[in-house]
């Protein structure tokens, strides 16, 4: 955990972004969840425009924001390659610098299970 300016103790966390298809959102979701190495799952429907192997795709689907301290990171990672059905599922971890400590050292605590 790093020391904020006011002293207190403000823990590493990071949000790891995926785009699931909808059909399979919530089975991933509670997967992470029941293992205790992601504190909160947040589920938004969204419509993915991309190109797969030379073909225009329309997909609607679920973004899931995955909130999880940076040192769980990779264990989230590799499950949920190995839960998702992509060949190539998207993964992006991004780091929280800064927000609510109560917040902040909730995710920490709940993801030391």
């Not at 997967?31 to 419509?47: E, F, G, S, T, W």
């Not at 797969?52 to 390659?81: N, P, Q, S, Y």
Request: glycine share 6%.
């Amino acid at each position: 955990m790093e020391e904020s300016g006011n002293g207190a103790t403000e823990p590493e966390i990071c949000v790891i972004f995926s785009t699931v298809p909808v059909s399979k959102s919530r089975e991933i979701a509670r997967a992470l969840l029941d293992q205790h190495i992601v504190a909160c799952v947040n589920m938004m429907p969204v419509r993915s425009w991309y190109r797969w192997k030379g073909k225009f795709c329309d997909d609607e689907e679920h973004l899931l924001m995955l909130k999880t301290r940076k040192d769980m990171a990779e264990k989230v990672i590799m499950e949920l390659k190995a839960l998702h059905p992509y060949e190539v599922p998207e993964i992006i971890m991004l780091p929280v610098t800064g927000g609510h400590l109560p917040y902040l050292a909730w995710v920490h605590e709940e993801t030391n299970g």
